[in-house]
């Protein structure tokens, strides 16, 4: 019986350039396919200004990609930046009640709690990032689970992004006759494709300027310290009049 083959599709929905990127997994490795990119529309100063235009960039890369690739892309991941982003650092607290060992379902609870932060109007959380557990007053814990404890803290990072832009986005991506699997922020994408993990893990900072916005994330042993987003962008050094 033959295996379905699997398949990786990105999507960068750049404000000047739309991309995306075809790749096959095999034996564990992802062997790369076909590339697309063209002109961005729909777009004002990093965020969605017409969703149709949008949408339509989104069908021409599409279009292209499958064309190269030589297969019908039904789904993508889908990069998420701009101005709208934001980082901020979290904790979440699990009292055990007495001393004992530490199993995943702590981990997933204190995890849990973590994530359970009071948002403002318009802002939901796209992603959380452990950096440390703190074992009955302990911290710099990467992995405790078996320890023997009876409080398990965890200081995470959340990035955060707006409501209206996520959803203006998946919009989009659907009127493409794309499934969005997932939406991942476009500075940690950017970090996974131009930093090395022993590098994450000695400490790196990754700058992306965008035509419209720029993304920054950094790293030290491996954990996100800082996500972050802002309007200073390549227009800025390009357009004299801006």
Same mark, same amino acid.
């Given at each position: 019986?033959a295996v379905k083959?699997? =398949?990786?599709?990105?999507l960068?929905? $750049?404000s000047?350039?739309?991309?995306?990127? %075809?790749?096959?997994?095999?034996g564990?490795r992802?062997? *790369?396919?076909? =590339?697309?990119?063209v002109e961005?529309? $729909?777009?004002l100063?990093?965020?969605?200004?017409?969703?149709?235009? @949008?949408?339509?960039? *989104?069908m021409?890369a599409?279009?292209?990609? #499958?064309?190269r690739?030589?297969?019908? @892309?039904e789904?993508?991941? %889908?990069? !998420?930046?701009g101005?709208?982003?934001?980082?901020a650092?979290?904790r979440?607290v699990? #009292?055990?009640?007495y001393?004992?060992?530490?199993?995943?379902?702590d981990?997933?609870?204190v995890v849990?709690?973590?994530?359970?932060v009071?948002?403002?109007?318009?802002?939901?959380?796209?992603?959380l990032f452990?950096q440390d *557990?703190? @074992?009955?007053?302990h911290?710099?814990h990467?992995?405790? !689970?078996?320890? !023997?404890?009876?409080?398990?803290e965890i200081?995470?990072?959340?990035?955060?992004?707006?409501?209206?832009?996520?959803?203006s986005?998946? $919009?989009?991506?659907?009127?493409?006759?794309? !499934?969005?699997?997932e939406?991942?922020?476009?500075?940690?994408?950017?970090?996974?494709?131009?930093v090395?993990?022993?590098?994450?893990?000695?400490?790196?900072? @990754?700058?992306?300027i965008?035509?419209?916005s720029?993304?920054?994330?950094? =790293?030290?042993?491996?954990?996100?310290?800082?996500?972050?987003?802002?309007?200073?962008?390549?227009?800025?050094?390009?357009?004299?009049?801006?």
């Amino acid at each position: 019986m033959a295996v379905k083959p699997i =398949y990786g599709v990105g999507l960068d929905a $750049g404000s000047k350039t739309t991309r995306m990127v %075809v790749c096959l997994l095999e034996g564990g490795r992802m062997r *790369f396919l076909a =590339y697309a990119a063209v002109e961005s529309q $729909g777009w004002l100063r990093g965020r969605i200004a017409d969703q149709t235009a @949008v949408a339509e960039s *989104f069908m021409t890369a599409l279009r292209e990609a #499958e064309a190269r690739a030589g297969i019908s @892309v039904e789904s993508a991941t %889908v990069g !998420l930046g701009g101005p709208t982003v934001r980082g901020a650092n979290g904790r979440g607290v699990l #009292e055990l009640g007495y001393v004992r060992e530490i199993d995943q379902r702590d981990v997933n609870r204190v995890v849990d709690r973590a994530s359970r932060v009071q948002l403002q109007e318009d802002r939901m959380l796209l992603q959380l990032f452990p950096q440390d *557990f703190v @074992v009955d007053d302990h911290p710099g814990h990467r992995d405790p !689970l078996g320890m !023997l404890a009876s409080r398990l803290e965890i200081n995470v990072h959340l990035v955060t992004g707006s409501v209206q832009e996520h959803t203006s986005l998946i $919009g989009a991506v659907n009127h493409a006759h794309l !499934l969005a699997e997932e939406t991942v922020f476009e500075g940690l994408a950017s970090c996974y494709a131009a930093v090395l993990p022993e590098e994450r893990r000695e400490g790196a900072a @990754v700058v992306d300027i965008g035509g419209q916005s720029t993304e920054m994330v950094v =790293y030290y042993g491996d954990a996100m310290h800082l996500a972050s987003s802002v309007p200073v962008c390549g227009d800025h050094s390009t357009r004299p009049n801006w």
